[in-house]
C-alpha cells in the first residue's frame, strides 16, 4: 500500500486559501486520492476524493498532477471551525487490490482569527 | 438514517477481561472496518469486512476478532484485554460505488484497559 507524507501542522488565518500537500511516490495505477477531516473526540468526515488532474465540490479542491505522486488539498477562505487534522490517504477502493486505505499522521490545521 | 452508531462510547476494561465493541450501519454498505487510534497519531485499521462472511486483517489485528454475520453488524472482539489496547476505536462503512469510495465513521468508542 501506497506510504504518504504530509507536514504534520500549519498555521493560517481566517480568510486566507490553505493548500496542503501530500506526497505519495510509490502510488499505484489503481489507487485513489482521498482527503478525510477530523474533529477532536469526533470520527473523520470524507472531505474529497480524486484519481488525477482536479477534482471540486463544495468543501475544498482537489490538485492532482500528471505523475500522481503527490496531491493538494485546498480550501478556500478558512474559518476557526475547519481548524482540525486532514488526513491524505492513498489506496485502491474496496474491490480493488486489498479493499482498505491507510491513514497516517495528518496534518493538524490551526485556523486563527 | 441514524449512519453508524457504536456502543458503548466509553468502556473501562482491566486486564484479562474480554469484551465486544458494537458497530451497526443502516445504510445497506457492503464494506465495513474497524479502526484504532492512539493519542497524537492517525487511525490504525484493525480488521475489515467486503460483506456478510468475508473478512480480513489490517494492519493491527492480533489480539481483535471480528465476524459479519449480517450486513449491518460488525463487533469487535477483544479476547483479553491488554493496556496497550487503551484507545479510541472507530467502526467505519461504505459502498462499493465503482471506484469511489466515500467512508462513514461512527462516533468512536474510548477503551481503557487498567
Not at chain 1, 19 to 31: F, Q
Not at chain 1, 43 to 67: C, H, M, W
Not at chain 2, 1 to 14: D, E, I, R
Request: hydrophobic share 30%; with cysteine.
Amino acid at each position: 500500500l501506497a506510504k504518504t507524507t504530509q507536514p504534520i501542522s500549519m498555521d493560517s488565518y481566517e480568510g486566507q486559501e490553505v493548500n496542503i500537500t501530500c506526497s505519495h511516490n510509490n502510488i499505484a495505477t489503481n489507487d485513489y486520492i482521498t482527503w478525510y477531516q477530523q474533529f477532536p473526540s469526533q470520527g473523520p468526515r470524507f472531505i474529497i476524493q480524486g484519481y488525477k488532474t482536479k477534482v471540486t465540490n463544495e468543501v475544498a479542491s482537489l490538485f492532482i498532477p500528471a505523475d500522481r505522486k503527490s496531491s493538494t488539498l485546498s480550501l478556500p477562505r478558512v474559518s476557526l471551525s475547519d481548524t482540525a487534522v486532514y488526513y491524505c490517504l492513498v489506496g485502491a477502493p474496496y474491490g480493488g487490490s486489498q479493499g482498505n486505505l491507510i491513514f497516517g499522521k495528518g496534518t493538524k490545521l490551526s485556523v486563527k482569527p | 438514517n441514524a449512519g453508524v452508531t457504536q456502543t458503548p462510547k466509553f468502556q473501562v476494561l482491566k486486564t484479562g477481561q474480554s469484551m465486544t465493541l458494537q458497530c451497526a450501519q443502516d445504510m445497506n454498505h457492503e464494506y465495513m472496518s474497524w479502526y484504532r487510534q492512539d493519542p497524537g497519531m492517525g487511525l490504525r485499521l484493525i480488521h475489515y469486512s467486503v460483506g456478510a462472511g468475508i473478512t480480513d486483517q489490517g494492519e493491527v489485528p492480533n489480539g481483535y476478532n471480528v465476524s459479519r454475520s449480517t450486513t449491518e453488524d460488525f463487533p469487535l472482539r477483544l479476547l483479553s484485554a491488554a493496556p496497550s489496547q487503551t484507545s479510541v476505536y472507530f467502526c467505519a462503512s461504505s459502498a462499493d460505488r465503482g471506484g469511489f469510495n466515500e467512508q462513514f465513521f461512527g462516533p468512536g468508542t474510548r477503551l481503557t484497559v487498567l
